[in-house]
């Protein structure tokens, strides 16, 4: 279990939001019209507000679910920015990163008949190959996320969860997909990413704690109640080869403090381990319980 927090006050957000935006628009990735524009803006307002004590006024009038959007969808693109700008030129993925700022505001806006959605699924995608690139993983394509670790050859399948009657159909689908890799690739390991935002519909507050610390049981029981719930889905399949299943969870939290609140964007990794600690999967279990410790590190 990992839990990445991201303490920053709301003007460092901004400020590292428009160095994202530079660095988008000088590789040839257009933000304007388009839901960075919107982020970008709401994350200014947000500043200014709290400059002059208004905060309360700009949630009145946009309301916490805008302003929820706007200050987690800025703390992805700021990972993907910090974790992909070193990049040299060929092998930035463009094409991944126009998708990721198309799409409605708003999530309950996508639409599957109306080819929405996808947008939203790229910039999981790429959250996900920021993760794993500074826990030290050589990203090396981008289906939805392959890399290598330990000179391992990895592919991620990454899935959003809008509903618990999709659950289980989207984990089947994700273990499908990897399986047809492993077939063309057997030497190939799989890990599965699951977003729990819509699930858990945490996407609907803004938590106001004491410290950061208050907020780490809070996620842990989201965390630990789905995986009591959902995890016979993965460790009941047969491919041995799935290593692992991420699970993300976004939150936003004002900490308390003076002269002003601080911000506080939490990602919350659950990494739950399918190998056993047993002599035929042991070298895949050090493996992945690496790769997890790594992920750790780099979030404290």
């Known amino acids: 279990m990992t839990f990445m927090f991201n303490t920053i006050t709301f003007d460092d957000q901004f400020q590292k939001l428009k160095e994202a935006e530079q660095w988008l628009n000088g590789i040839g990735v257009q933000t304007q019209q388009t ?73 309950w806006d996508e639409d599957v008949n109306a080819d929405n959605i996808e ?35 990895f592919n991620v399948q990454c899935k959003r969860i809008h509903s618990e009657k999709k659950m289980r159909d989207n984990v089947l689908e994700a273990a499908t997909q990897l399986y047809k890799r492993m077939r063309a690739r057997p030497n190939v390991k799989g890990i599965i990413c699951l977003s729990m935002d819509k699930l858990t519909e945490k996407e609907k507050m803004i938590l106001k704690v004491g410290s950061p610390d208050e907020v ?36 936003v939290a004002t900490i308390e403090r003076q002269p002003s609140d601080l911000l506080t964007t939490c990602r919350d990794i659950a990494f739950d381990v399918i190998p056993r600690q047993a002599f035929y999967q042991l070298a895949d279990y050090d493996l992945i319980i690496e790769l997890g410790q790594r992920m750790q590190s780099v979030a404290d």
């Open 119 to 153: 947008p939203r699924n790229t910039l999981f995608e790429l959250e996900a190959a920021a993760q794993f690139k500074k826990a030290g993983a050589k990203i090396t394509g981008f289906d939805d996320v392959d890399f290598v670790f330990k000179k391992v050859k």
């Open 216 to 251: 780490s049981p809070k996620l842990a029981v989201l965390s630990n109640s789905f995986l009591a719930k959902y995890r016979s889905l993965w460790h009941n399949h047969v491919n041995t080869n799935i290593l692992a299943v991420l699970l993300f969870v976004h939150v």
């Open 35 to 107: 839901r960075f524009d919107e982020v970008l803006y709401l994350n200014k307002q947000i500043v200014e507000h709290n400059k002059n004590n208004l905060l309360e006024d700009l949630i009145a009038e946009y309301g916490n679910l805008k302003l929820w959007f706007a200050l987690t969808e800025a703390s992805s693109f700021i990972e993907i920015h910090e974790a992909f700008k070193g990049q040299k030129s060929h092998v930035t993925p463009r094409r991944k990163l126009k998708m990721m700022l198309q799409g409605p505001y708003h999530s």
